[in-house]
DNA sequence: AAATCGGGGCA
DNA sequence: TGCCCAGATTT
C-alpha cells in the first residue's frame, strides 16, 4: 500500500525541494543553536501541544535554571513546577523530572540513542523519541507530529481520520521511506517548519511552497479539505464556589492538589462543588478544620480546558478560629503566594486579593 | 479506541 | 465559540 501510493512520487527530488528551503528558511529557533540531547529532550517535551511562540520564553528560563540533567535531576518537583506555571500539561514537567533522574542514575547522564531505551522513558512517547533520535543524532527516524500528519496528508491525499492512533502508525510507514539519508535531522525540522509557516490548517500558504508541484492535494485543489479528523467532543460543565479565606493575620488558605489527575501537585484555592453551596460553612469545616464567615461574592469567572469547562463563584471568606486539619492545606502570606505553582485559572483569582 | 490532561491564539 | 498546537498516558 504505502510502496503503491508512493511509486509515482518522486522521492529524491522532493527531498532536494524541500531541504534546499529549509537551509534558506529555517527559524531561527533557541534549541537549534545545538544538538545537545538534553537541550533537544526539553524542548520538545515542552512543544508537545504548544505553540512555538509560547515555548521561547519557558524554555530559555528553564534552560538556565536546569542547565544539565544533573541540576534537573537534583531539583526539588514544585521547583520544576513552578518553572513550568502557565504552559499546563504539568504531567509533562514531572515526567520529564523523572526520566531525567533515570538517565542520571542508569545511563551515568547519557541521553540514550537508541529507540528502545529513549521510549523507555517517561514522557517519551513515538514522537519524541523520534524528535530526539533524528535532531540530537541524526538517525533517519520518523517523528510524526500534527505537522508532519498534516503535511503527508495533503502531499500523497492520505484521507485516513488523523484522529485515529493508527493513522500516526501509517505516517510513520511514509516518513520512512521518503526521510533524506543524508540529512534526517534537517529534513524532520523542515516538514515541521513548512506545517507551521506555509502549509497551515487554515488557508495554506500554496503559491509559496516549495513542494507544491509534489502536492496530489494541491494538484486536485483539495488542500483545504485535508487532512481529516474528528471533532472533538465539546467541555464537560463544572460549576464550583472558590474560597479567599483570609485569617486574623492575613495569611490565606491554599491546598496542594492530589498527586494525580487534572493539574496534579499544583496549589490552589479551596473549591467547593456548587451541589454543596449551601452548607460552605459545614463543608469547610468538616474537609480543612476552619470555621468560616463568609463574606461577599468577589465576581465569577469561567476557564476552559481541553475537556473541562469550570464555571467559578469567587467569594471571600474570613477564618474565625480552628486549625487547619488537611494535610494539604496551610495558610500563607500574600507575599508567599508567588513560591507556589499555580495554575492559570487560580493565579486569575490573585486580583481579587486584598 | 477513547478519554484524560492546559492554555493561548486565531477566525 | 470551535479549532489547532513539535503528544503521552491511562482507561
Same mark, same amino acid.
Given at each position: 500500500?504505502?510502496?503503491?501510493?508512493?511509486?509515482?512520487?518522486?522521492?529524491?527530488?522532493? /527531498?532536494?525541494?524541500? &531541504?534546499?528551503?529549509?537551509?534558506?528558511?529555517?527559524?531561527?529557533?533557541?534549541?537549534?543553536?545545538?544538538?545537545?540531547?538534553?537541550?533537544?529532550?526539553?524542548?520538545?517535551?515542552?512543544?508537545?501541544?504548544?505553540?512555538?511562540?509560547?515555548?521561547?520564553?519557558?524554555?530559555?528560563?528553564?534552560?538556565?535554571?536546569?542547565?544539565?540533567?544533573?541540576?534537573?535531576?537534583?531539583?526539588?518537583?514544585?521547583?520544576?513546577?513552578?518553572?513550568?506555571?502557565?504552559?499546563?500539561?504539568?504531567?509533562?514537567?514531572?515526567?520529564? /523530572?523523572?526520566?531525567?533522574?533515570?538517565?542520571?542514575?542508569?545511563?551515568?547522564?547519557?541521553?540514550?540513542?537508541?529507540?528502545?531505551?529513549?521510549?523507555?522513558?517517561?514522557?517519551?512517547?513515538?514522537?519524541?523519541?523520534?524528535?530526539?533520535?533524528?535532531?540530537?543524532?541524526?538517525?533517519? %527516524?520518523?517523528?510524526?507530529?500534527?505537522?508532519?500528519?498534516?503535511?503527508?496528508?495533503?502531499?500523497?491525499?492520505?484521507?485516513?481520520?488523523?484522529?485515529?492512533?493508527?493513522?500516526?502508525?501509517?505516517?510513520?510507514?511514509?516518513?520512512?521511506?521518503?526521510?533524506?539519508? %543524508?540529512?534526517?535531522?534537517?529534513?524532520?525540522?523542515?516538514?515541521?517548519?513548512?506545517?507551521?509557516?506555509?502549509?497551515?490548517?487554515?488557508?495554506?500558504?500554496?503559491?509559496?511552497?516549495?513542494?507544491?508541484?509534489?502536492?496530489?492535494?494541491?494538484?486536485?485543489?483539495?488542500?483545504?479539505?485535508?487532512?481529516?479528523?474528528?471533532?472533538?467532543?465539546?467541555?464537560?460543565?463544572?460549576?464550583?464556589?472558590? &474560597?479567599?479565606?483570609?485569617?486574623?493575620?492575613?495569611?490565606?488558605?491554599?491546598?496542594?492538589?492530589?498527586?494525580?489527575?487534572?493539574?496534579?501537585?499544583?496549589?490552589?484555592?479551596?473549591?467547593?462543588?456548587?451541589?454543596?453551596?449551601?452548607?460552605?460553612?459545614?463543608?469547610?469545616?468538616?474537609?480543612?478544620?476552619?470555621?468560616?464567615?463568609?463574606?461577599?461574592?468577589?465576581?465569577?469567572?469561567?476557564?476552559?480546558?481541553?475537556?473541562?469547562?469550570?464555571?467559578?463563584?469567587?467569594?471571600?471568606?474570613?477564618?474565625?478560629?480552628?486549625?487547619?486539619?488537611?494535610?494539604?492545606?496551610?495558610?500563607?502570606?500574600?507575599?508567599?503566594?508567588?513560591?507556589?505553582?499555580?495554575?492559570?485559572?487560580?493565579?486569575?483569582?490573585?486580583?481579587?486579593?486584598?
Amino acid at each position: 500500500m504505502v510502496k503503491q501510493v508512493l511509486k509515482s512520487f518522486n522521492i529524491l527530488q522532493f /527531498q532536494e525541494d524541500l &531541504l534546499q528551503w529549509y537551509y534558506a528558511n529555517k527559524r531561527d529557533l533557541p534549541w537549534r543553536k545545538s544538538q545537545d540531547p538534553y537541550r533537544v529532550w526539553v524542548s520538545e517535551i515542552m512543544l508537545q501541544q504548544t505553540k512555538v511562540d509560547t515555548v521561547i520564553p519557558y524554555y530559555y528560563r528553564f534552560m538556565e535554571k536546569f542547565p544539565t540533567v544533573y541540576d534537573l535531576a537534583e531539583a526539588d518537583e514544585q521547583d520544576v513546577l513552578k518553572a513550568w506555571e502557565g504552559l499546563g500539561y504539568y504531567s509533562r514537567a514531572r515526567n520529564l /523530572q523523572s526520566a531525567v533522574r533515570e538517565v542520571v542514575a542508569t545511563y551515568d547522564g547519557k541521553v540514550p540513542d537508541t529507540p528502545e531505551e529513549l521510549g523507555e522513558l517517561k514522557g517519551v512517547g513515538p514522537y519524541t523519541k523520534g524528535a530526539i533520535l533524528s535532531i540530537a543524532y541524526n538517525q533517519p %527516524e520518523p517523528a510524526v507530529d500534527g505537522n508532519v500528519m498534516r503535511v503527508f496528508s495533503r502531499v500523497l491525499k492520505i484521507e485516513d481520520d488523523i484522529a485515529q492512533a493508527k493513522t500516526r502508525k501509517l505516517m510513520e510507514e511514509y516518513v520512512r521511506e521518503v526521510i533524506s539519508k %543524508e540529512d534526517p535531522s534537517s529534513f524532520n525540522q523542515a516538514i515541521m517548519d513548512l506545517g507551521a509557516t506555509i502549509c497551515t490548517p487554515k488557508s495554506p500558504g500554496c503559491m509559496l511552497c516549495p513542494i507544491a508541484e509534489h502536492c496530489k492535494a494541491y494538484e486536485e485543489g483539495i488542500q483545504e479539505q485535508l487532512p481529516v479528523k474528528k471533532k472533538a467532543k465539546k467541555q464537560k460543565l463544572m460549576e464550583y464556589v472558590v &474560597l479567599l479565606i483570609k485569617n486574623d493575620k492575613e495569611e490565606y488558605l491554599i491546598e496542594k492538589r492530589p498527586s494525580n489527575g487534572l493539574l496534579a501537585d499544583l496549589w490552589q484555592f479551596p473549591m467547593i462543588p456548587i451541589a454543596k453551596v449551601n452548607q460552605i460553612t459545614d463543608f469547610v469545616f468538616q474537609n480543612y478544620g476552619v470555621h468560616l464567615e463568609l463574606m461577599v461574592s468577589k465576581g465569577k469567572l469561567t476557564h476552559v480546558f481541553s475537556h473541562i469547562k469550570w464555571d467559578l463563584e469567587i467569594r471571600a471568606a474570613e477564618a474565625k478560629m480552628g486549625t487547619v486539619t488537611k494535610e494539604s492545606a496551610r495558610f500563607v502570606k500574600k507575599y508567599e503566594l508567588k513560591d507556589y505553582p499555580f495554575p492559570v485559572s487560580h493565579q486569575k483569582m490573585m486580583k481579587y486579593i486584598d
